[in-house]
C-alpha cells in the first residue's frame, strides 16, 4: 500500500459534489487521489508534446525510424523509475 499523508483542503462544494457525481459514489480522498493521478498524467503528456512542438522530428529521424523494426529499439530501461514515474 503507498504512502498516505493526511492533509487538510477547503474545497468549492459544489466542484466537489459535481465530481462525485460523475466518477460515482467515492470518499473525497479517492476523489483527490484519482484527480491528482490525471493532473500527473496530463502534465506528462503535455510537456511531452511541449517537447515535440519545440524539437520537431526532422527528416533524418523519420528516415532511422522506418528503417528499423519496432522490436530492435525495445530495450530492459526501466523508464518509469528513471524519471520517478509512480506506476498506476
Known sequence: MPNKAK???TLDP????HAQE??????V????????DRLI?????????EGYVRYP???SEDAW?????????ADDTDWAS??????E
Open 14 to 17: 459544489s466542484k466537489l459534489s
Open 65 to 73: 525510424a522506418e528503417a528499423r523494426r519496432p522490436g530492435d529499439i
Open 57 to 59: 522530428v526532422d527528416e
Open 7 to 9: 492533509v487538510s483542503i
Open 82 to 87: 528513471l524519471y520517478a514515474v509512480e506506476p
Open 41 to 49: 498524467g496530463d502534465e506528462l503528456d503535455r510537456r511531452h508534446i
Open 22 to 27: 460523475l466518477l460515482g459514489t467515492m470518499t
Open 29 to 36: 480522498s479517492h476523489l483527490v487521489d484519482l484527480a491528482l
